[in-house]
């Protein structure tokens, strides 16, 4: 569902790369996790995914399909979560809603069904008419899944999900990925929790300095690295100097 061929960024004005000749890949229908410390390049990597950031260098594919050439075909079959709420703060969750599945094009009666199974799913349907910026931030987080939810997308590519939110959204959300998995999607998922990624996931690419460090199943790397779990693994592999 992923495949990235030496893929190569560096931003204006940056002293250093953030991506350098990184190359991954995640089978179809996986719940994978791109996991590394703050500064590695995981927003970097997914940003280029969703065609907001152009590499200097490289080839990205999603489900087969060029990210650079064929967006409007990506657009309809994966959704993206980002790292920052994309929401409106002045307007409701339902209206907020309402206009990102308009633009999906969705049907006013198929739109209204997801929007409530999904407010219901993800504990929101009591606050549907209270305005986001009112809102907490795991619910913020949570309204800001569904977004990426309502054509559900076959597959699904979020940017730190669970960073900053409590622990009850964060239990949800992992749990509706879970999920959202076993009925057949595919997962993407960014985190520099590799705790939380060993539980999670089938497949894992650890990156740092915009380079894979190992990728593979959690359990197999653990054990060719002789590890008791991921975190282990990745400071073998890294070293345990400070990140800024
Ligand atoms: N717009 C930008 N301009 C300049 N440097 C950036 C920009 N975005 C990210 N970087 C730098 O690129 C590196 C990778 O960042 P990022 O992809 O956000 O990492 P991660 O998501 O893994 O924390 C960092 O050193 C960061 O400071
Ligand atoms: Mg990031």
Request: glycine content about 8%; proline content about 3%.
């Amino acid at each position: 569902m992923l495949q990235i061929q030496q893929l190569e960024k560096t931003y204006k004005n940056a002293a250093e790369p953030s991506l350098q000749g990184l190359s991954l890949q995640f089978s179809d229908k996986s719940i994978a996790g791109l996991l590394g410390p703050n500064g590695a390049g995981k927003t970097t990597t997914i940003s280029i995914l969703c065609g907001l950031v152009k590499a200097d260098a490289g080839k990205a594919f999603l489900l087969g399909m060029d990210v650079e050439k064929e967006r409007e075909a990506i657009k309809r079959r994966i959704g993206v979560v980002p790292q920052s709420i994309a929401l409106y703060p002045t307007l409701t969750a339902m209206e907020n809603l309402q206009y990102i599945g308009r633009l999906y094009g969705l049907g006013s009666t198929l739109l209204k069904e997801r929007i409530n199974q999904y407010l219901q799913l993800f504990g929101l349907e009591k606050s549907a008419h209270k305005a986001i910026r009112y809102y907490s931030g795991g619910m913020k987080r949570r309204a800001n899944i569904i977004a990426s939810l309502l054509h559900e997308p076959e597959l699904l590519i979020l940017d730190e999900p669970t960073a900053g939110v409590d622990v009850q959204s964060r239990n949800m959300i992992l749990q509706f990925l879970t999920e959202y998995n076993k009925l057949g999607h595919g997962i993407i998922y960014t985190s520099h929790l590799l705790e939380e990624a060993q539980q999670l996931c089938d497949e894992i690419a650890i990156i740092d300095h915009g380079r894979l460090v190992v990728q593979g199943k959690p359990v197999e790397l653990m054990q060719e690295q002789q590890a008791q779990s991921l975190e282990q693994v990745f400071l073998q592999l890294t070293g345990s100097s400070l990140r800024d």
